[in-house]
């Protein structure tokens, strides 16, 4: 199968399942609402009154510094919280993966919320464990090869006579770091995508499936995955750029960015679900 | 008749007292031309580059101006700062709990600086007698960083010591302001210095300290600096006469430079040399001439500047960018010349700091540090900001040159505060400068632009609790607290003040302290006089208040309503004679009032003074406004405004000019509330949690 083949399916089979964008973005407009709840007292405090409500700027820095100044007793406790939200979420996502491939591997099923959790459920322990085995993987990526790579540059980055050659050196590090990254979490993504396809229990063997798979077309796979990086950036761009449309303050202004900026978290996610649908559709053109 | 000539006089007076005194014209003692009245230097200094030595003579003619005998000298070693772990400087950076200025050199990367012979010019042998002292106290009891020297016989005043030293230095690699990388040198505070001699007092020459920068007398300086062939040098002064030494293959030049108290100087063989002139007449307007003299109430004459020559020496990789280095600078002199006063020497020396040399931002007279990178943003005033704020230090310590150790502000202050003004007329607001890895953010996004007032508002307001702007540059709780007093808080109370005083006054109060104070060494209180003197009222107490104390300042609205109350109450009243009966209905026929309860509050501990008053604007839902002023000096108050009309909203300092209040979301208050923002600012943090949460599940 080609690349934009497998593209264009997984692209198709996420429009034909509509309601699993909508269940992802209301887990993650509840829970982000949630988080920001702390942050909405103190603004609403601050500002609420405040004639500055009328012309403060999102970034501020009047204000911002003003408000983190008077509240750092608790900003400490605010980011913590945020942390242990993020935290919660990552947990609470390890369970979604399980409806999210569960569905869109289910080709003729619909992605009704029961058949939804249910698929969360069935596989959140393998899923589990897939994900504290891919910790492993990044662990030894960033620390130890990443490092391996650092020590490899460091004489250079040393002994340079310009800043050109650290600059350089440090954004190369960054690329291969990236790079790297993207080829673990490619093999995660084929490996849950194994346990599903393949009813595979044991997640050591899922992943043997994923890099078996991968071994024979790496390059192809890879493809897919930066392709659709180089969707979400240009995504992200466009966004950016109509965003600032709506820079000025008004009421229309206010409300046309806010559901902008939906918009963007509703493509987020979509795009996220093409990635796991155009590598379902791959995997699934060549049987393991 | 009497009483109204009184009057009159009295009003008079209080009129001449009240209004701003134009800038003194013409109080410099002093000028470059006329050679420095009391210290001579005379240095031929080698550059051993394979070696990473100096190797240095030195002439120093100094000339007691003083009513006292003084039987000795004090002389600055700074690079002793470099030589091991005990002196001052480095155990104050090993204590540093956030910004440390230089770590330890690494092994073999030590720098230092040995007197190896110190005589009379009669050859009287002074060796002996040099010893190291602590004149900051035993807690720097290694710190070797000043020598002490005793005379045979005390120098009476008006005499003169001449003395000649040898010595010898390391330098250090790559720590605070001097060193070298590979074969970039950036030399500055490299020559045994004496301290200042007060009178009275004795010398004040205190160590290198972690936090602190300079104090030395004007001198006239004659340097020979040789260094191997085809090094290009940059330095402080004029280069008069070049002479290559074939057989040890070397260059030696020599620089002069009258009526400057330091002397600094770069070496790099891949350096490029670039030159332009400074011309006034292209650079400011008969207009500008003239509006600048009008504020400043002189002749248009004593405001007219002079030509200057740019010398900038740059590194190759940033040859694109020295129209943009030049562009700043000829802005910096234009600007400070016109409100500070004409630029007095000859040339300005602009040197983009060699690479890894540590030497990036650091001003010395008629030479400095600038800063850029390869990727540098236009929108980012970078290294606008850094030239023009190290240029400005050739007059806020290079001209009107106040005591860096002892009060840090009256340089770094002022310059800051000069900076964002000099930066905002030439350039605007600038994009904050946020890289990654490099590449400017603002390649990307839309960064907010920002002038240099507000940022140092947020750096002012967050350092108030820790130490007060004048405290000695050694003595703040952290870098953290000297960096945020002695620059931005400090520039932050400068720009409260000029808003407070308004013009004509600011101006010609800033004209003339700089002009009195020139080739001189001002304190806070030569700074003080100037203001009471030209705004013609004692502001002594926001000194006071908001410098020597560490109080906060904040006033703000506690409460605001606006309720209906009936014009009258109830019941049988008699008036003009007749009787008339205020009843339920009655009263609701009548005009309505409001009554409109305005609650203010001193929330911070500082206080304002004098004739300054807290200016409260009440706005009314038909358009229509009232003012009220408060002194502020208890910690609260009410008023109570009766219209016929309902209040909408309530503004305390309106015009903003408390730039140090440190709390503006308190400094207004609406009847009904202003959500829109709140919903603005909410929708954007809500955005930044779904797309972190997103990023966060994406690994899952």
């Keep these: ?102 569905r869109l591997l289910d080709r003729e099923g619909r992605a009704t919320l029961p058949a939804f959790t249910a698929d969360c459920g069935r596989y959140f322990w393998r899923f589990v464990r897939l994900f504290l085995v891919a910790l492993v993987f990044y662990v030894l990526t960033l620390g130890v090869f990443m490092s391996l790579v650092s020590a490899l540059f460091k004489p250079m980055t040393e002994s340079a006579v310009t800043e050109w050659l650290p600059l350089i050196l440090s954004n190369l590090h960054f690329l291969i770091a990236l790079l790297l990254l993207s080829i673990v979490h490619m093999v995660v993504d084929y490996a849950r995508i194994a346990v599903v396809a393949d009813e595979e229990r044991k997640i050591l063997k899922a992943l043997r499936h994923a890099l078996t798979f991968l071994r024979k077309r790496f390059f192809r796979a890879w493809a897919i995955y930066l392709l659709i990086v180089a969707l979400t950036v240009a995504g992200t761009v466009v966004f950016y750029a109509v965003l600032g449309i ?36 791959f995997y699934r053109a060549h049987p393991y | 008749m009497k009483n109204r000539i009184i009057g009159a006089c009295l009003m008079l007076g209080a009129a001449l007292v009240l209004l701003p005194v134009p800038a003194t014209p013409g109080q410099t003692a002093a000028s470059p031309s006329a050679g420095a009245p009391g210290l001579r230097y005379e240095i031929w200094v080698e550059l051993d580059a394979a070696g990473k030595m100096l190797l240095g003579k030195e002439e120093i003619v100094w000339t007691n101006p003083t009513k006292d005998a003084v039987p000795d000298m004090l002389l600055h070693l700074y690079w002793n700062a470099f030589k091991n772990e005990d002196s ?59 020598a002490r020297v005793l005379f045979p016989a005390p120098v009476q005043p008006g005499e003169s010591v001449h003395l000649r030293i040898e010595f010898r230095s390391k330098v250090p690699r790559t720590v605070a302001r001097s060193g070298y990388y590979r074969n970039s040198f950036f030399i500055g505070q490299w020559f045994p210095k004496p301290g200042v001699y007060e009178e009275g007092k004795g010398w004040n020459c205190h160590a290198y300290h972690q936090n602190s920068e300079f104090f030395a007398d004007f001198a006239d300086f004659v340097v020979h600096i040789t260094v191997p062939r085809g090094f290009v040098v940059g330095s402080s002064g004029k280069p008069s006469e070049t002479r290559v030494d074939e057989s040890s293959g070397t260059t030696t030049t020599t620089y002069r430079q009258a009526m400057v108290h330091d002397f600094a100087w770069m070496a790099d063989p891949r350096y490029l040399k670039v030159e332009q002139e400074f011309v006034a007449d292209r650079e400011v307007t008969p207009k500008e001439y003239e509006d600048t003299a009008a504020l400043l109430g002189l002749p248009v ?6 030509n200057v020559k740019m010398i900038l020496l740059i590194a190759p ?15 910096a002199i234009k600007y400070y010349g016109l409100w500070y006063g004409p630029y007095p020497y000859e040339t300005v020396t602009m040197v983009d700091p060699p690479f890894r040399t540590g030497s990036g931002g650091m001003e010395y007279p008629t030479l400095f540090t600038a800063g850029t990178s390869v990727l540098a943003s236009r929108n980012v005033l970078s290294p606008e900001g850094v030239i023009v704020h190290e240029f400005g230090h050739g007059y806020w310590y290079g001209l009107a040159a106040s005591n860096e150790f002892e009060a840090a502000w009256l340089d770094e202050g002022f310059n800051t505060y000069s900076t964002g003004q000099v930066l905002a007329v030439a350039y605007g607001a600038g994009s904050l400068g946020f890289s990654f890895k490099g590449w400017p953010i603002d390649w990307f996004l839309r960064i907010p632009k920002t002038f240099d007032f507000e940022t140092n508002r ?21 870098g953290g607290s000297y960096g945020a007093n002695v620059y931005m808080r400090a520039a932050t109370l400068l720009s409260t003040l000029e808003r407070l005083l308004g013009e004509p006054a600011w101006p010609r109060i800033m004209r003339t302290y ?52 009936p ?17 339920d209905k009655k009263i609701e026929e009548s005009e309505t009032l409001y009554r409109t309860t305005v609650v203010l509050r001193r929330y911070g501990e500082a206080c304002i003074g004098g004739d300054a008053r807290i200016k409260v604007l009440v706005r009314f839902k038909d358009g229509t406004t009232e003012t009220r002023t408060w002194d502020g000096q208890a910690r609260w108050t009410r008023l109570e405004l009766i219209k016929p009309v309902e209040a909408e909203s309530v503004q305390i300092d309106p015009e903003g000019v408390w730039l140090i209040d440190e709390n503006l979301a308190n400094n207004s208050r609406g009847v009904d509330g202003t959500r829109r923002n709140v919903v603005k600012l909410m929708s954007q943090l809500l955005f930044t949690i779904q797309c972190l949460l997103h990023f966060v599940g994406s690994w899952s």
């Design chain 2, 514 to 565: 700089h002009m009195r104070y020139r080739f001189r060494h001002p304190t806070k209180a030569d700074f003080i006089g100037v203001v009471n003197e030209i705004a013609g009222k004692d502001m002594t107490w926001f000194f006071d208040e908001l410098l020597d104390a560490t109080r906060a300042f904040d006033y703000g609205v506690a409460g605001l309503s606006s309720i209906k109350v």
């Design chain 2, 567 to 583: 014009r009258h109450l109830r019941g049988v009243y008699d008036t003009d004679g007749t009787r008339v009966e205020w009843t």
């Design chain 1, 246 to 281: 709506f820079g000025t303050p008004g009421v229309p202004q206010v409300a046309a960015g806010l559901v902008l900026m939906q918009i963007y978290v509703l493509f987020r996610i979509w795009v996220r679900t093409v990635f796991v649908a155009a590598q379902a559709e």
């Design chain 2, 301 to 306: 004459d004593e405001v007219r500047l002079p």
């Design chain 2, 458 to 478: 947020v750096a002012a307001i967050a350092t108030v609790e820790f130490d007060p702007v004048t405290a000695w540059s050694w003595k703040f709780y952290n």
């Design chain 2, 88 to 146: 001052a400087f480095l155990r104050e950076a090993r204590a540093e709990t956030l910004f440390s200025r230089g770590d330890s050199p690494e092994d073999g990367e030590w720098g230092w600086v040995d007197v190896t012979d110190i005589r009379l010019a009669d050859g009287s042998d002074l060796k002996p007698s040099l010893a190291f002292v602590t004149p900051d106290g035993p807690e720097t009891e290694g710190d070797q960083t000043v």
């Design chain 1, 1 to 102: 199968m080609g690349i934009i083949k497998a593209i264009i399916g997984g692209i198709g089979t996420t429009l034909r399942k509509p309601r699993l964008l909508i269940i992802l973005y209301v887990v993650n407009a509840v829970f982000a609402l949630v988080a920001a709840l702390p942050f909405l007292v103190i603004v609403q405090g601050e500002l609420g009154h405040s004639l500055l409500g009328s012309f403060v700027q999102p970034l501020d820095l009047m204000w911002i510094g003003e408000a983190v100044l008077e509240h750092q007793g608790s900003l400490a406790a605010l980011l913590a919280g945020l942390a242990a939200a993020a935290l919660v979420y990552l947990v609470l996502h390890v369970f979604l993966n399980g409806g999210i491939v569960g």
């Design chain 2, 317 to 331: 990789e940033h040859k694109g960018q020295s129209e943009r280095h030049f562009r700043a600078l000829r802005a």
